[in-house]
C-alpha cells in the first residue's frame, strides 16, 4: 500500500533537479501512506515526474521500491495497492521466457503490460489498485483505477500542468496549484455527506471512476479526455441477472463457500503482520472466520467498543473471537477520546466528507496498527447481499404510494409533516407526541392502503425516531419513481442548491438515468446503485483514509471482482428473505459461528455525534456555525442552517447528519485557510 503522486509540465522549461524536488515534495504529503520510503523518476525533456511513498508490505528488499521502469525500458510505474494473483501471474509469464529480479508484485504488473499491453493486463488483474504509467515511447500517461473504487485517484489540469496523485493534499503541494471551491460539488456534498465521483470539492479536478483508465498525451495540454472503462459493474449487473445460476440452495451455498475462501486467501499474503477489523456481524465475522480456517494460528483481531447504550459492537465482536479462537484485542474508547479524532478530520479525508462512522473507523484502525501493518476489513457484503434496511423501506413504500397520483402524494406528505413536527426527536418507542401548548392536534393520518406508514417505518433503524421517519416519508412523496424516492431516502440536506447560494447540482449516479442498470427487481437496482455510489464514495473512502492515516493496508476480501460477478448470479430471494437481508452469507457463516452469536439487528458503527452537539461540542459548533461568519464566507446562506442548530439544541428536532455535514465542509474550510493565504473560492 503507497501513496502517488506526479505531474506532466508542458512546455517544460525546468531542469531536472527542479521537477525532481516538486514532485519529491507532493509524494511526501503522502508520507502517512508509504513511511518506508520513497522515490521519483523524472524525464525533463518531456516535462514528466513520478512520486512514489511506500509502505512495504510484499518483497520488502529495495527489488521492490517504485517508481519502477519495466525490464524493457519502455514503461515507469507508481502504483498504490496491491495484485492479489501476482503469483499466478508471474508463474505464467515466466512459462513465456520473463525473468524477474526481485518477488513484487509491481514487477509483475510491468511484465505483464510489457508483455499483454497496457488494457488486457489489467483485465487480468485480481486486487485493488491505483497507478500511473508512463509510456517513453508513445510519451503518454495512462492512469487505472480498480474496478470497485477500493484505492483513490484525483487528477486536473492547473494552469498548463497536469496532476495526480492519491489524495488533493499531493496536488496542493504543486506550486502551481490553485484550488477553488465548486459550489456545485459542495451542494451534492451537503446531500449525500461525500463528493460523488467524478467530482471533486476543487474546480477542473476530478476522481478516476472505478474500472477506468486514462490516456493523457501532453501534446493536448489542458485537453480532460474521458475515462474509459475495461470492466463495468452495469455489465456485471445485467449479466448476472439475465444468466442466474440454476443451483439449489446448497449447491450455491457451498460455491460461495468455496469462493469466500479462496478471496480471502489471496488477500492474507502478505511479508508483514496481518490481521482483521471484527465488529462481531455477519460481514466481518464471515471474514475472520474464513481467515482462521485457513490458518495454522490465531488470527489477530480489533474491535473498539463505546460505553453509550446503543454503539456498542465490542462485547458481539468478543464472543465470536473467543468461539473462533482468535487473537483479540478491543479498546473501550471514552467521548473524550473519540471527540479528540475531529480535529484530525479535516486533513485526515483532505476534502469535505461527512460520514460520522469516520472516528470509530479511525480508531479501530489506529488499534489495529500497533500491531499488524495489514487488516482484512467486511466491507461490501450490504450492498452485494442485500444488507440494508432501507432497499425493503424504499421498495415497501412504493408499493404503497406508487399508486397514488403525485398530488394525492403531496397532500398525505403535508399532513405526515404536520403529525411530525409536534413529535419530539428522541422518546422511548411507542411515546405520544406532546402537543405544544395552545397548538391545534395533527390531522390523524387515515388508515387503509397507506397502511399507517409510521408503523412500517418503525420496522427500519434504531427505535424512538418515529417522528423523524414520519418527517422523512413526508420529504420523500412527491418521488417520481421509485429511484427518485431511494435518493431522497438517502439524502441528507433535501434542497441543498437552496442553502448553496447559486449552485446547481451535476447529474451522479443516482440521477443520471443512463448509468442505471436494467434489472427487473426494484431492491436489486437499488444494490447496484449503491455499489457504483455509496460504496466507493463512502464507505470504501472512510476506510481508505482511515486506515492510510496510520500506515495501515485494508484489503476488502468481498469486494474481490470474481466475487461480485458470482454475487450478481444468485437470484435476489437468496440474498434477502423473510425480511432480512444476507440470507445466503448468513448460511456461510452459520457453518463456523453459532446462529445465536450473530443474528441481531444491524447495528451502524457511529458515535452519538447528536448529543455531543448539545454538548461537549456545543462551543466548537457555534463557532464553526456563527451566522456572521457563514454569511462572510459566503458558501452558505446561514437562515436554514442557524433555524436547524437551534431546533436540534432545544431538543424539537434531530438534525444531527445535517449539522455535520456543515460543521465538516466548516473545519475543512478552516484548514485549508490554514494552508494557503488567501481564499481563492469565493
Known sequence: MCGIAGFIDTPCDKAEAELRATVLGMADALRHRGPDDGGAWVDAAAGVAL???????????????????????????VFNGEIYNFADLRRELAGLGHRFRGHSDTEVMLAA??????????????????????????RRLVLARDRLGEKPLYYGWTGGVFLFGSELKALRAHPAFRGEVDRDALALYLRHNYIPTPYAIYKGVFKLPPGTMLTVDPRNAGAVPEPKPYWSARAAAERGVAEP?????????????????????????????????????????????????????????????????????????????????????????????????????????????????????????????????????????????????????????????????????????AALAAVAGWMPAVGPR????????????????????????????????????????????????????????????????????????????????????RRWADVPELVARLMYLDTISYLPDDILVKVDRASMGVSLEARVPLLDHRLVEFAWRLPLAMKIRDGQGKWLLRQVLYRYVPKELVDRPKMGFGVPIGAWLRGPLRDWAESLLDERRLRQEGYFDPRPIREKWMEHLSGKHDWQYYLWDILMFQAWLEEERGRRPADAGR
Open 51 to 77: 512520486g512514489h511513498r511506500r509502505l512495504a508490505v510484499i518483497d520488502l528488499s529495495p527489488e521492490g521500491r517504485q517508481p519502477m521502469p519495466s525490464a524493457c525500458g519502455r514503461y515507469v510505474i
Open 113 to 138: 503490460i510489457s508483455r499483454w499491453g497496457v488494457e488486457p493486463a489489467v483485465e487480468r488483474f485480481n486486487g485493488m489498485f491505483a497507478f500511473a504509467l508512463w509510456d517513453r515511447r508513445e
Open 245 to 413: 445460476y440454476p443451483w439449489s440452495e446448497a449447491e450455491a451455498a457451498d460455491e460461495l463457500d468455496g469462493r469466500l475462501r479462496e478471496a480471502v486467501r489471496l488477500r492474507m499474503v502478505a511479508d508483514v503482520p496481518l490481521g482483521a477489523f471484527l465488529s462481531g456481524g455477519i460481514d466481518s465475522s464471515t471474514v475472520v472466520a474464513l481467515m482462521q480456517a485457513q490458518s495454522g494460528r490465531p488470527v489477530k483481531t480489533f474491535s473498539i467498543g463505546f460505553r453509550e447504550a446503543g454503539y456498542d459492537e465490542a462485547e458481539h465482536a468478543r464472543a465470536v473471537a473467543r468461539h473462533l479462537g482468535t487473537d483479540h484485542t478491543e479498546l473501550y474508547v471514552t467521548p473524550e477520546e473519540a471527540m479528540a479524532v475531529i480535529p484530525r478530520l479535516p486533513a485526515l479525508y483532505d476534502e469535505p466528507f461527512s460520514d460520522s462512522s469516520q472516528i470509530p473507523t479511525f480508531l479501530v484502525s489506529e488499534l489495529a496498527r500497533r500491531h499488524v501493518t495489514v487488516s482484512l476489513s467486511g466491507d461490501g457484503g450490504d450492498e452485494l447481499f442485500g444488507g440494508y434496511g432501507r432497499y425493503l423501506l424504499c421498495r415497501d413504500l412504493w408499493r404503497r404510494i406508487g399508486w397514488l397520483p403525485a398530488a394525492g402524494r403531496r397532500a398525505v406528505a
Open 430 to 513: 411507542g411515546a405520544a407526541p406532546r402537543v405544544p401548548d395552545g397548538a391545534r392536534p395533527a390531522p390523524r393520518v387515515p388508515d387503509g392502503a397507506f397502511v399507517r406508514p409510521d408503523r412500517l417505518l418503525s420496522r427500519y433503524g434504531r427505535p424512538g425516531r418515529v417522528g423523524d421517519k414520519l418527517r422523512k416519508l413526508a420529504e420523500v412523496l412527491a418521488a417520481d419513481s421509485p429511484e427518485a424516492l431511494y435518493r431522497r431516502l438517502v439524502s441528507h440536506w433535501k434542497a441543498p442548491d437552496r442553502v448553496v447560494p447559486g449552485a446547481v447540482e451535476p447529474p451522479t449516479a443516482l440521477t443520471d438515468r
